[in-house]
Each structure stands twice: as C-alpha cells, then as structure tokens.
T-cell receptor, first 118, second 112 residues
Framework: GAGVSQSPRYKVAKRGQDVALRCDPI?????LFWYQQALGQGPEFLTY????????KSGLPSDRFFAERPEGSVSTLKIQRTQQEDSAVYLC????????????????FGDGTRLSIL | QKEVEQNSGPLSVPEGAIASLNCTYS??????FFWYRQYSGKSPELIMS????GDKEDGRFTAQLNKASQYVSLLIRDSQPSDSATYLC????????????FGTGTLLAVQP
C-alpha cells in the first residue's frame, strides 16, 4: 500500500487480557518504530526494528510488552495482561533506510490503534 | 532524560497572520529535526525537516534551527483555519537509533 497501515483501528479489552496490534509498513522500508501516545501528550518511543532485528527496545514500559518483525516487514506489538495504564494510541512509523545512513530520513506514521482497557 | 519543551498553547492567531511555534531540546547531539502536524484523532503528518543551522522555507512554512541555543522554530505565514492542529517538534535522538523525541505539542487555533 501507499502508506503505513495499522490494525485494528480501535481495540477494547478487559484488564488482564492479551492484545496484539499489527503494523504493515511502507513497502521496502527498512526501519520500523513503535510509539505510544497518551491523551494530550506527544508520542513516546517504544521500540525499533531494522529489518527483522530489534535494535532498541529501551522504551518498552514493562516485560508485558513484546514486539516482533520476523520477516522484516509486518510487525506485531503484543501486550500481555493488559492494565488500565496501557490505554493509549499506539503508533507505528517506518522510514526508508536504517540507522546511520538513514538518520535524515523522515518517519511516516500510520493512523494508529486506539487501545482502551476497561 | 532527553527533553523537548514546547508551549502547549493554545496559540490563537487570526486568519492571515503569522503563527510562530517554538521548541527547545536538551540533546546536544541531535542533528535532525522534524515538525509534525497532528489533527485531533489523527496520526502525525510530517510537514518540515531541518538539519542545518539557519532557515529552511517550504511554501508557507519556514523552519529555523539554532543548534548552539538548542532551539528550533516553525513559522506559518498566511495562517488558514485548516492549519488549526497540534504541532509536534521532534528532534532525532543522537544515539544509535533514529528514534524521535517528541514534545507535548503546541495547539494552534486559527480564527476565521
């Protein structure tokens, strides 16, 4: 597709349930980022993939958060045993190149998944 | 903790005026800077990038960067009601990955 695609757009889950959020980046983009955006705040970095390698997961808030990109294209962010504080918009972004040479490449964002934990 | 500071606003300007959005950042190693526009309920949309000190113009938008002062700004000329949105300043982290460090954003309201 032409842009970054995320699904589902909206997800409601009960506290304690596991959820999986999907990101389909722009075709051919090497870099893939996940961000979390709480209401009224700017996006906060969660994790970064260069192709299939997860090079930075320093922003994942707890070990309940797990991300993968097994074939270097589609990525899934999984949250286990969800808590109310996990309610936020989860944004995926991709950029054409990797680290270093890709430093000036803009990141293109998907529409996000709005996660609500009841 | 690397920080990006923006005035949360709302910044209210009349239609046709110049809107000036400001941002300071703490990471001295940052080399690339991006401005994103975010409409309510929508995803961030890239509108400007700047890498060198000075001004960069693109249509009605001008980005200004001063690395010594750790300051970046965005000017919007001839503001339109459709420019009403939250503007996010995002320096690229100076570390090993290209992650962006976002401010909380400035809400701009252009009054018709």
């Amino acid at each position: 597709g032409a842009g970054v695609s995320q699904s589902p757009r909206y997800k409601v889950a009960k506290r304690g349930q596991d959820v999986a959020l999907r990101c389909d980046p722009i075709s051919g983009h090497v870099s893939l980022f996940w961000y979390q955006q709480a209401l009224g705040q700017g996006p906060e970095f969660l994790t970064y993939f260069q192709n299939e390698a997860q090079l930075d997961k320093s922003g994942l808030p707890s070990d309940r958060f797990f991300a993968e990109r097994p074939e270097g294209s589609v990525s899934t962010l999984k949250i286990q045993r969800t808590q109310q504080e996990d309610s936020a918009v989860y944004l995926c972004a991709s950029s054409l190149l990797g680290t270093g040479i890709g430093s000036n490449q803009p990141q293109h964002f998907g529409d996000g998944t709005r996660l609500s934990i009841l | 903790q690397k920080e990006v500071e923006q005035n949360s606003g709302p910044l209210s300007v009349p239609e046709g005026a110049i809107a000036s959005l400001n941002c300071t950042y703490s990471d001295r190693v940052s080399q690339s800077f991006f401005w994103y526009r975010q409409y309510s309920g929508k995803s961030p949309e890239l509108i400007m990038s700047i890498y060198s000190n000075g001004d960069k113009e693109d249509g009605r938008f001008t980005a200004q960067l001063n690395k010594a002062s750790q300051y970046v700004s965005l000017l919007i000329r001839d503001s339109q009601p459709s420019d009403s949105a939250t503007y996010l300043c995002a320096p690229r982290d100076g570390g090993a990955t290209n992650k962006l460090i976002f401010g909380t954003g400035t809400l701009l309201a252009v009054q018709p």
